[in-house]
Nanobody, 122 residues
Framework: QVQLVESGGGSVQAGGSLRLSCAAS?????MGWFRQAPGKEREGVAR????????YYADSVEGRFTISRDKAKNTLYLQMDSLKPEDTAMYYC??????????????????WGQGTQVTVSS
């Protein structure tokens, strides 16, 4: 059983930065951030494998976002720099506790946070 609580969303002008946090409880095999804008499908932003620390990013955020975790605090982070209006979305923290051949799509994950809104103005 995993519980996730996101925080850190807000409004920022283009070019600004935000850092999202996700406090987790329980064991996780992988964790990630997804986002969903109105009228669009939920898309994967970044993911991290808890054991290896390996990270992966969507092409749209590569070089601008950084996913990391603090094992001692059992907290996941998403540092977002050089934000663009197209980054505006509800951001969700997610986790999976069982092994999976991939942690790429929403169906790969079992636990979801409530979401935190990120709004970037031009």
């Amino acid at each position: 059983q995993v519980q996730l609580v996101e925080s850190g969303g807000g409004s920022v002008q283009a070019g600004g930065s935000l850092r999202l946090s996700c406090a987790a409880s329980g064991y996780t095999y992988c964790m990630g951030w997804f986002r969903q804008a109105p009228g669009k499908e939920r898309e994967g932003v970044a993911r991290i494998y808890s054991g290896s620390g390996s990270t992966y990013y969507a092409d749209s955020v590569e070089g601008r976002f950084t996913i990391s975790r603090d094992k001692a605090k059992n907290t996941l982070y998403l540092q977002m720099d050089s934000l663009k209006p197209e980054d505006t979305a509800m951001y969700y923290c997610t986790a999976r506790s069982a092994y999976a051949p991939s942690c790429r799509v929403p169906s790969d994950y079992a636990y979801w946070g409530q979401g935190t809104q990120v709004t970037v103005s031009s």
